[in-house]
């Protein structure tokens, strides 16, 4: 039984970093893709960050190029999302999902595990 647990969120402030982690276990982690998730109140889940198995490739949405920073620990079965320079309209619960197939997509529905997901509030 695969299991994904985020960790790492909190109440920080603007201009602030942190790094968020998601620790896999119950199946073969190295094996697949990873993505990051975040959901604010009232809006969609929407795609953060995505890596490939390997870790040689990473994907970003447009709007958190530059200050997101996805990266994985095949050894420690660990993923992980490193954001600087925080910001409010940041806050959400951020969820890590593994991938059915092999690239990066950036919807839901081409994830099958999810994390129960980690809390990140950015008060300004």
């Known amino acids: 039984q695969v299991q994904l647990v985020e960790s790492g969120g909190g109440l920080v402030q603007a201009g602030d970093s942190l790094r968020l982690s998601c620790a896999a276990s119950g199946g073969t982690f190295s094996r697949y893709t990873m993505g990051w998730f975040r959901q604010a109140p009232g809006k969609e889940r929407q795609f953060v960050a995505g890596?490939?198995?390997?870790?040689?490739?990473?994907y970003y949405a447009d709007s958190v190029k530059g200050r997101f920073t996805i990266s994985r620990d095949n050894a420690k079965n660990t993923v992980y999302l490193t954001i600087h320079s925080l910001k409010p309209e940041d806050t959400a619960i951020y969820y890590c999902a593994r991938a059915r197939r092999i690239w990066v997509a950036g919807t839901p529905s081409e994830y099958d595990h999810w994390g129960q997901g980690t809390q990140v509030t950015v008060s300004s």
């Open positions: 890596i490939t198995w390997s870790g040689t490739s990473t």
